[in-house]
């Protein structure tokens, strides 16, 4: 069976792999000339980890990322508020992983140039057309301009929330659904918070920083590379595609966080330690009723972009990828489109609950709560919210996206992983 794949990111590089790794050929087409480790921090949760142990990469992920020990959060004084261990600490077989997303990138590159060999991956292809009924795909050529016809048994769409396979099949979409909320993104070089692996939200809904450390080389020096996030509530219209991921200046946004200086973590000072600050406007896309039309399907930010609360865009990415292959796996050729179908209808209802649960705060939601019952702070946590409240939070955000310690450790039994 030949498979087509249009994105080389990190759900779309994982597919390949998993792919060849069950005995199916696999062409990858990019539309960018060279895939270069762009980007920021990601966590990338167990029950995606379990699957990229399973390629045999846990080695090089402890290499580049940090283990998560726990996910924190705060309100904007400082104050915690719940804290739960994560990855091994909290009892899965397999860790939660703070890491570079470029860096993560580029591992799966490299791995697939080796296994899949330099001729299966394309750079400078951009997919500007697909037929469902002949699983082809028209390629601009981006260096000489030219098209060309590929075809395959099937072409999965994975390329991101601008996808073009998803434009052609639902051309009056519009642009991706505005939140109302901006974040801006950039990484520190500092001295370690905390455990020195915490993974940490501050704020509220309007007000929030997310950060956490993301190199096991820097740690490994006694320092941190701190990825870290600000986020703003800035009404208004859905910035156009060629604002996104602009460079902007510290003072656009850094001033409502002056204050912000924790006996853990002076924030102003993080914000001045970068060199490059990103700015993205936080959004995301309403569920749609199908992914997959005869041969072609959907995958990751192609088929369920969604808000980055919870990190949950590359691990539901991987876990798309994992359920693809299953399904392939077990069809021969006039079989694809049933086991494209069936690949959707156990996905796509599960990724939109977390594009919904994610529109609601997610886990994060936890912080709002504490903003309204006690936006001057408090003496004690539980004055606030109950112990019972809390855990409910953070139970019933993990059931969603597949988070429960039982099924990830099942996986990781059945797939032979300490």
């Known amino acids: 069976m030949k498979i087509s794949i ?10 390949a792999l998993m792919l060849k790794a069950r005995g199916m050929a696999v062409q990858v087409f990019e539309s960018a000339a060279q895939v270069r480790p762009l980007g920021v921090g990601i966590n990338v949760q167990p029950n995606a980890i379990v699957e990229l142990a399973a390629l045999g990469l846990l080695p090089q992920l402890d290499a580049l990322g940090v283990r998560t020990a726990e996910v924190c959060y705060f309100n904007r004084h400082g104050q915690r508020i719940w ?5 091994l600490a909290a009892g899965y077989r397999v860790p939660q992983f703070s890491i570079h997303r470029g860096e993560l990138q580029m591992l799966l590159m490299q791995t697939a140039l080796e296994r899949l060999g330099p001729q299966a991956v394309h750079c400078g292809q951009e997919a500007v057309a697909v037929d469902p009924d002949s699983a082809s795909v028209t390629l601009l050529d981006r260096d000489s301009g030219r098209t060309r016809v590929e075809r395959a048994d099937a072409v999965i769409s994975a390329d991101g929330i601008h996808s073009a396979v998803r434009r052609q099949f639902y051309p009056n979409e519009g642009p991706p659904r505005y939140s109302g909320r901006v974040l801006w993104r950039a990484t520190t070089v500092g001295k370690p918070f905390l455990t020195g692996a915490s993974m940490v939200m501050a704020g509220h809904a ?12 820097h740690a490994d020096r006694g320092e941190s590379l701190i990825n870290w996030i600000a986020e703003l509530k800035v009404p208004g219209d859905t910035p156009p595609k060629s604002d996104w991921n602009k460079e902007v200046a510290l003072d656009v946004f850094a001033g409502p966080f002056e204050a912000w200086r924790w006996d853990w973590l002076d ?4 914000f001045r330690g970068a060199s490059t600050y ?11 009723p199908r992914w997959t039309h005869g041969r072609i399907t959907l995958l990751g930010d192609a088929g369920h972009p969604m808000y980055p609360i919870g990190s949950n865009g590359a691990t539901q990415a991987i876990l798309d990828a994992r359920a693809l292959v299953d399904q392939l796996a077990g069809a021969d050729g006039a079989g694809v489109p049933a086991a494209l179908e069936r690949y959707q209808d156990d996905r796509l209802p599960k990724t939109a609950r977390i594009v919904m649960a994610n529109r609601a705060q997610g886990p994060d939601h936890v912080m709002q709560v504490f903003e ?21 939070i953070a139970r019933g955000y993990k059931q969603i996206v597949g988070l429960d310690i039982e099924t990830v450790n099942a996986r990781a039994q059945s797939l032979g992983l300490a």
């Open 372 to 392: 309204e019952r006690a936006p001057e702070g408090f003496k004690q946590v539980h004055d606030v919210a109950s112990q019972a409240e809390l855990e409910d």
């Open 267 to 270: 924030v102003p000072a993080l």
């Open 278 to 288: 990103y700015e993205f406007p936080m959004v995301d896309r309403d569920p749609l």
């Open 83 to 87: 804290s739960e261990p994560r990855g």
């Open 6 to 15: 249009i994105g080389g990111g990190i759900g779309g590089l994982t597919l």
């Open 206 to 217: 309007d007000q929030k920083l997310v950060t956490y450390p993301i190199s096991r080389r």
